[in-house]
């Protein structure tokens, strides 16, 4: 192979990374939400969208690195707010109820935030650290002559990476992680077994809405601050979901890596990579419908 | 519930279609009462006609479709498309958009019905959303693009050109022959089994029906009604934009649906008469934020009174101790609703069969 065709092939990698970064974080959220909670977040994109405007304004007034901390946090208690205030009531409610209701939230927090903020784009001033570009040929051995990515977006691919190894780590070493895992598998028997599961729900769902403030403060720059941006990132965020298997944390992440590679790839035919995204959800559908890693039985 | 046959029934419904009839047809004058205006009656009732469809999905089988725009935009390019090419004439029109569709609700039903519950409703959002992306993109030169499809013919019948009224006319025509078959949709044995799916679909298959059949036709009548809406919709404004494809499309369907009161057929068109009201009249005293309160109204529909504006006013009924039917659509096997059933004095429907476990 040509050093030139290493170089290409290397940068539509990190590429297909970035922007399977942002579905990843979405969609860690939805699949953890409703892997234990059984509920389908519609509104998850909306509060991604609210992670986005909390950190352009705050950013101005308290500076970028205060505000990677607490817009999470910010959106952890909103999370937790929504989930006694309102999504607990559905858990006994058909799943299309769920559907209709985080459905409806997510209009009216679309609405809010074109009344105050209007239709446009707010324009996201990076912190002096996140601008620029990393020349990657002085960094990566077997890249050769001058092979540079934007600083923000290798950003971008470094916190999801963090994200992940944290949420991981909670899920499988902490009794927290033990408690949820155990809930994904069978509500039921872990609240007979004494354990006070409407608490840890709404852990789950401030947790969910945690990484989507995440998503929202890191990814805004990228997918621009507007009141459509929820839905648009919603939908193909619930294909990795169903791609990787409804409640499949592992599974997810590979199909947003899956997803973004398809899209950085098919960058060059525009046509296709419009489509891409769903071709990929037909063909997974159709020889395998659980998804990726869904399990046999669970949610099918 | 239980499908009322016989003789006397026949009488009650052409009665009960006759003051459908005239409520549609008059909707002109009516609208101009309540300070609407009477163009928006053809709108309004191409949008019923719409809502009216996707009750015969949500409502009958539970399964609830976003992705129902792909149907009412692809018939409206179809349409637009053979306006623009071919001829002004509507027959062709109409019978090339179904030639779109059919076949279109035939692969989605297919692809999408593999799937129960939530699968589904993300599945036809997303597929829905792929034709939105395709006809931007790769069928841009077809479809006009980002700038929607513009034409300059007015739609004409046997080589006449429709009037505004004559338009009205065919829809409100439209909408009550498609609530008689509805009706009778529902009647049938076929409606009782695409209602059983909802209630116990692994009972159902366990009798031996072949449910996959009966779903896909019901996606396909609920498709064919998108399609005709439409056609309609294309006919009233020789204009297709964009946003007849975009999910906000399904997503304005599933609220009015919701609002007016699933599976009660005659919910979903109250609903659509609300919703347009609200956007073409009750917008001029709220300004832009009507949006903001429609899906205030929404949300506070779906927790409160989830059988929406006739759960309400079945609602207000008992609680004047008149009797009055009930139903709890789309909450089939909610915790408790069976011991409500079964607390329920038995006296105040003696039709309704109970679950019985």
Redesign the interface.
């Known amino acids: 192979m040509s050093d030139q065709l290493i170089n290409a092939l290397f940068l539509q990698v990190l590429t297909g990374l970035q922007i399977g970064a942002i579905y990843a974080l979405i969609a860690l959220g939805l699949t953890l939400i409703f892997g234990t909670l059984g509920v389908v977040n519609f509104a998850h994109g909306a509060l991604y969208m609210l992670g986005s405007y909390f950190a352009v304004l705050l950013a101005k007034q308290i500076g970028f690195t205060a505000t990677i901390l607490v817009v999470p946090l910010l959106l952890f208690l909103l999370g937790i707010l929504l989930e006694r205030g309102l999504i607990q009531w559905f858990y006994a409610r058909p799943h299309v109820d769920q559907i209709l209701v985080t459905f409806g939230l997510a209009i009216v927090v679309e609405e809010t935030l074109k009344w105050i903020f209007g239709a446009n784009n707010i324009p996201f001033a990076l912190p002096s650290w996140g601008l620029g570009i990393v020349r990657l040929h002085e960094w990566v051995p077997f890249l050769t002559g001058f092979v540079a990515f934007p600083k923000w977006r290798l950003i971008l691919i470094l916190v999801t990476l963090v994200t992940i190894a944290v949420v991981f780590l909670l899920l499988e070493f902490t009794r927290f992680g033990l408690v949820v895992r155990a809930a994904m598998r069978d509500t039921d028997m872990v609240s007979l077994l004494g354990v006070r599961v409407p608490r840890y729900f709404a852990m789950v769902f401030g947790l969910g809405s945690l990484i989507a403030g995440i998503a929202g403060t890191f990814g805004g720059p990228i997918t621009q601050v507007t009141p459509g941006v929820g839905m648009e990132v919603l939908v193909p965020s619930f294909l990795v979901v169903v791609i990787g298997g409804m409640g499949s944390l592992p599974g997810a992440l590979i199909a947003a890596v899956l997803i973004g590679l398809a899209l950085s790839f098919t960058a060059e035919y525009s046509a296709l990579q419009q489509i891409i995204v769903y071709l990929i959800a037909v063909v997974v559908l159709l020889v395998r419908p659980r998804g990726l890693m869904g399990k046999k039985g669970v949610f099918e | 519930m239980i499908p009322r046959n016989g003789q006397a029934g026949w009488a009650r419904e052409a009665g009960l279609l006759l003051v459908f009839a005239v409520i549609v047809l008059t909707m002109p004058e009516w609208l101009e009462w309540i300070g609407g205006y009477s163009a928006l009656a053809t709108k309004v009732t191409i949008w019923a006609l719409f809502a009216l469809g996707f009750d015969i999905l949500?409502g009958f089988t539970?399964y609830?479709s976003f992705g129902h725009a792909a149907f009412f935009g692809t018939a409206a390019y179809a349409t637009g498309m053979s306006f623009r090419d071919f001829s002004p004439e509507i027959v062709p029109a109409l019978l090339f958009s179904l030639a779109a569709t059919v076949p279109l609700a035939l692969i989605l039903g297919y692809?999408t019905l593999?799937?129960t519950?939530?699968?589904f409703?993300?599945?036809t959002?997303?597929?829905a959303?792929?034709l939105h992306?395709?006809a931007?993109?790769?069928f841009s030169d077809w479809t006009g693009g980002d700038n929607g499809l513009t034409m300059d013919v007015s739609p004409a019948f046997m080589g006449e050109d429709l009037s505004d009224r004559a338009i009205f006319y065919i829809a409100a025509g439209t909408l009550v022959v498609g609530y008689a078959i509805a009706r009778q949709i529902r009647r049938s044995p076929f409606g009782l089994m695409l209602m059983a799916i909802k209630e116990n679909p692994m009972r159902l298959e366990y009798t031996g029906a072949h449910l996959r059949i009966y779903k896909i036709a019901a996606f396909v009548i609920s498709a064919l009604y998108g399609s005709v809406a439409g056609f309609l919709m294309v006919v009233y404004e020789p204009y297709v934009a964009t946003k007849y494809l975009h999910?906000s499309t399904s997503?304005e369907l599933?609220?009015m649906s919701?609002i007016g009161g699933v599976n009660t057929l005659i919910g979903p068109m109250i609903g659509a008469t609300f919703m347009l009201y609200f956007e073409n009249v009750v917008q001029g005293y709220l300004g832009?934020?009507w949006?903001?309160v429609l899906?205030?109204i929404?949300?506070l529909v779906?927790?409160f009174v989830?059988g929406g504006f006739v759960d309400m006013y079945n609602r207000a009924r008992r609680r004047l101790g008149m009797v009055a039917r009930l139903r709890r659509p789309?909450?089939?096997?909610?915790?408790?609703s069976i011991e409500e059933e079964r607390a329920r004095p038995r006296n105040v429907q003696a039709r309704h069969e109970l679950p019985t476990e």
């Open positions: 949500l539970g609830l692809l593999r799937r519950g939530i699968y409703s993300i599945l959002l997303a597929f959303q792929m992306a395709a931007l993109s790769i999910w997503g599933v609220i919701v832009e934020q949006k903001l899906g205030i929404f949300v779906v927790i989830p789309n909450v089939p096997d909610a915790p408790g």
